[in-house]
């Protein structure tokens, strides 16, 4: 349980900031996250990671000389904007390129992928390097789809050391994908976590049991069973690990025995005392191993087993030389420049000058109309949605879709006084959801929105017609960055059958009120259908089984938000008089 905290919305900000206060010497606060105090004399790659918050040292912890040069911080267990995944690589930017790295999330890998496109545009490389090291989440037929844990560690660290050893964009990128495939992990909980502020925690365990293969976000592990001895627990985590090795004939390790959040050290060590001697029995040398809390999960308790199965130049890069506020190896002596970037170095997003006709603005009220019911009605079922998504996800369903519209509601408001058109009224608001909310359905009802105001433009009022197209857009948008199809059990199975049936109805003359609740109805129905279905993308999926059932919370908020700004979308606008 979390005890310090003032309002728990606040939390992971203002950890942050006293993060950066204590160790001023290292590490500089910058929108969106932390990077390294002062930049290097000559160009080097940035690697950057990031994720939620929630892992300390994970993923600020480690920023500085021979690791990271950035974090991008999102708040608790939810990933980072693109907005600050673009802000943290611009500041750590020093002109040999830009590698994110993160583990496998489908929220992460769609926010750094848009800052990618966007930092790539202007002319900055930027690569991806994902991590996939927990061999819990997905077979091996299925290795890409398997989620990243403690193997972070391992990976970035490489990168950071082959980045300050002045390799380029290709070589850092080229070793951080094969440390990650060469990188394995088992993870077990033996007790839920608890949000600031939450009175439940996120799941919980029998007493006496544990969950094999948790993620770190308090997915449930895949399996409970009776909690074993010190040495049955060790013997069991290095049994599956050793089961799965890559294609590797080293019989070098590193090694990782990684603190959950609220598991001592002392324990640890005590389960060290089997795992090392398996391991070398199995005939491998142990290469500087770490025991000790890596990437956590809030005050969860519980282990992780890592293992890297090293060749030279991985060897290399593990046991060089680092200096962070969360972790220190070896003598440095590094080359850093006292010119410190100073934050005006991010360009400041630029307040939009808006034109627009009448007849849009008229239409623009009845959009901020329907934002403002969407954010009351979110409000009204934080509970509900975030519920339905503990049950194979990770609980953040109904606060991620709050904090979104409410951004949404403010940005959307701002955008009316300044004159805005119905269609850059909903982008802002699209541009702001996806900032604020966080998770997969974040990024998505954000990029949504701004397709659909796109569609709408600021001179017209929108046919219906126009209003299905502009429907069709945000589906099409969503589809795109999510890569999901019907029966994936996710927010596509209530959102396309609503986009199809719109646009049938409309094109046979049904008029756009009837036609929209009609598509409303279909909608809720496919929603509440999603609960038969296997989830086949997102956080979910690892959690299949658990998940039938119940239906997907992001169709479920999907449908009932689409039936609640129907009237607002369709009502005929009538324009201001003067
Ligand atoms: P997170 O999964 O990051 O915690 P949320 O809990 O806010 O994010 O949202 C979960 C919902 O997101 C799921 O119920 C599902 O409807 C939707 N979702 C997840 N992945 C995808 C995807 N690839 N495409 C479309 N929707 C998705
Ligand atoms: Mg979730």
Redesign the pocket.
């Known amino acids: 349980m979390t005890r310090i905290f003032n309002d728990p919305a606040d939390f992971a900000d203002e950890a942050l900031a006293g993060f950066c206060d204590a160790h001023s010497d290292l590490v500089r606060h910058v929108e969106g996250g932390a990077v390294r105090r002062g930049r290097t004399a000559t160009p080097k790659v940035a690697v950057i990671t990031g994720g939620g918050s929630g892992h300390y040292p994970a993923f600020a912890g480690i920023i500085g000389p021979g690791f990271a040069d950035g974090a991008v911080v999102g708040n608790i267990f939810t ?1 980072p904007s693109a907005q600050q995944a673009y802000s943290v690589a611009k500041a750590a930017n020093s002109g040999a390129g830009v590698v994110f790295s993160y583990g496998n ?3 992460d890998v769609m926010n750094f992928g848009m800052a990618s496109e966007r930092l790539n545009a202007e002319g900055i490389p930027t690569e991806n390097v994902l991590v996939t090291d927990d061999i819990a989440s997905a077979s091996p037929e299925e290795i890409e789809k398997r989620r990243g844990i403690a193997g972070d560690f391992v990976v970035f660290k490489v990168m950071g050391a082959a980045a300050e050893a002045g390799l380029d964009l290709h070589s850092v990128v080229r070793l951080g994908r094969k440390a990650n495939e060469f990188t394995r992990t088992i993870g077990t909980a033996f007790s839920g976590c608890t949000f600031p502020g939450a009175e439940q925690p996120l799941f919980r365990l029998p007493e006496g049991q544990m969950g094999l293969g948790l993620g770190i976000h308090g997915e449930p592990g895949l399996f409970d069973t009776e909690l074993p001895s010190a040495v049955e627990l060790g013997q069991e985590l290095v049994r599956r690990v050793l089961a799965e090795p890559p294609a590797s004939d080293s019989t070098r390790l590193a090694v990782i025995l990684n603190g959950l959040g609220s598991t001592k050290h002392e324990e640890l060590f005590v389960l060290w005392r089997t795992v090392a001697p398996l391991l070398r029995e199995a005939g491998y040398t142990l290469v500087m191993p770490e025991v000790g809390e890596l990437v956590t999960s809030l005050d969860m308790a519980g282990a992780s087993l890592t293992l890297t199965w090293l060749d030279e130049e991985l060897e290399q890069y593990w046991t060089a030389p680092a200096l962070t506020p969360a972790y220190r190896r070896g003598a440095v002596g590094f080359d850093v420049a006292s010119a410190d970037a100073d934050e005006a170095d991010v360009d400041a997003l630029t307040a939009a000058d808006y034109s627009s006709t009448e007849a849009s603005r008229a239409y623009a009220a009845q959009c901020l109309r329907a934002v403002d019911t969407t954010t009351a009605l979110l409000r009204d079922s934080e509970s509900l949605l975030g519920d339905m ?1 503990a049950i194979a ?2 609980g ?2 109904g606060r ?2 709050v904090r979104g519209s409410a951004a949404a509601l403010e940005a959307a408001a701002v955008a009316f006084e300044r004159g805005a058109g119905a269609g850059s009224l909903l982008a802002a608001a699209g541009d702001a959801w996806a900032d604020k909310a966080g ?4 990024v ?1 009802w954000g990029a949504g929105l701004r397709a659909f105001g796109e569609r709408l433009g600021d001179a017209e009022t929108p046919t219906p017609d126009v209003l299905a197209q502009a429907v069709r857009a945000f589906a099409d948008r ?1 589809a795109s960055l ?3 199809e019907i029966g994936d059990k ?3 199975d209530a959102l396309l059958p609503f986009a199809s049936s719109l646009e049938d109805r409309i094109s046979s003359g049904t008029v756009a009120e009837d036609a929209w609740a009609a598509a409303a109805a279909e909608a809720t129905t496919a929603a509440a259908s999603t609960a038969e279905l296997r989830p086949l ?4 999926r690892p959690l299949a089984e658990k998940s039938i059932g119940t239906p ?4 479920t908020s999907l449908a009932m938000v689409f039936a609640a700004v129907g009237p607002h979308f369709t009502a005929v606008p009538v324009p201001a008089t003067n």
């Open positions: 990933s999330y489908a929220g998504d996800g990770d953040d369903h991620g879709m998770g997969t359905s974040g998505l969503i999510g890569k999901a996710t927010m596509m993308k997102g956080r979910a997907d919370p992001g169709a």
